[in-house]
């Protein structure tokens, strides 16, 4: 079975600090993706990468960076933390016919 | 560009009951269709997905989806609602290809009353 991890299932961080979110896959997978939730916005795409080192920009990158350096591994980064970055945050990788694996899910508070 | 519209936010059945989730979907390329559920606090999980095979599709949990390409329609349903069926359902449309994205509903909540 796929399995994608992500590194806390509850954070809470206060506004301005640097918040690092992780995500492995252990399927070898090139695609990986991270996403946010929201209530009655469904899931919005923050950015993607195709590759080591390779990122894209999805719908909503504003205010996030993100970082592959190993192929398993795709970070996720806040460089400011801002109230409105309160969400539920997903990682996915994607497998054979655009099949994409969910990680658990962090839920993040921004206080 | 594609798209996927689920009407409604929210549908609630008895237990027992036809469950059944609408989707619609545009694409301008033969697509790739996705059904996931997410449990409360939880990631999105693969219920089934069609992939240019055949058109009626089977997945876990007894549900199954039908595609439609005359109705742009990839539908969700379930002959038996059961308890453990109350969750989140997201459908996904994909146009294939490498680096492809999927599009996603904005879900559907699904309530089953006892």
């Known amino acids: 079975d796929v399995k994608v991890t992500q590194s806390s299932r509850y954070l809470v961080k206060r506004t301005g600090e640097k918040v690092f979110l992780e995500c492995v896959q252990d399927?070898?997978?090139?695609?990986m993706f991270w996403y946010r939730q929201d209530p009655g916005l469904g899931l919005r795409l923050i950015y993607f990468?195709?590759?080591?080192?390779?990122?894209e920009k999805g719908d909503i990158p504003e205010g996030y960076s993100v970082s592959r350096e190993k192929k398993e591994r795709f970070s996720l980064i806040l460089e400011s933390a801002s109230t409105n970055q309160t969400s539920m945050y997903l990682c996915?990788?994607?497998?054979?016919?655009?099949?994409?694996?969910f990680g658990p899910g962090t839920r993040l508070t921004v206080l | 560009a594609q798209s996927v519209t689920q009407l409604g936010s929210h549908v609630s059945v008895s237990e027992g009951a036809l469950v059944l989730l609408r989707c619609n979907y545009s694409?301008?390329?033969?697509?790739?269709l996705f059904w996931y559920v997410q449990y409360p606090n939880q990631g999105l999980q693969l219920l089934l997905k069609?992939?240019?095979?055949?058109?009626l599709v089977k997945g876990i949990n007894g549900f199954e989806a039908e595609f439609k390409k005359s109705e742009t329609s990839f539908h969700l349903t379930k002959p038996s609602a059961h308890m453990s069926d109350a969750a989140e359902y997201f459908c996904?449309?994909?146009?294939?290809?490498?680096?492809?994205?999927?599009?996603f509903g904005k879900g559907i909540t699904l309530s089953v009353r006892p």
């Open positions: 069609y992939t240019s095979a055949a058109t």
């Open positions: 996915a990788s994607r497998g054979d016919a655009d099949t994409q694996y």
């Open positions: 399927m070898d997978h090139e695609n």
């Open positions: 990468s195709y590759d080591v080192k390779m990122k």
């Open positions: 996904a449309v994909s146009a294939g290809g490498a680096n492809s994205k999927l599009t």
């Open positions: 694409s301008s390329v033969p697509p790739y």
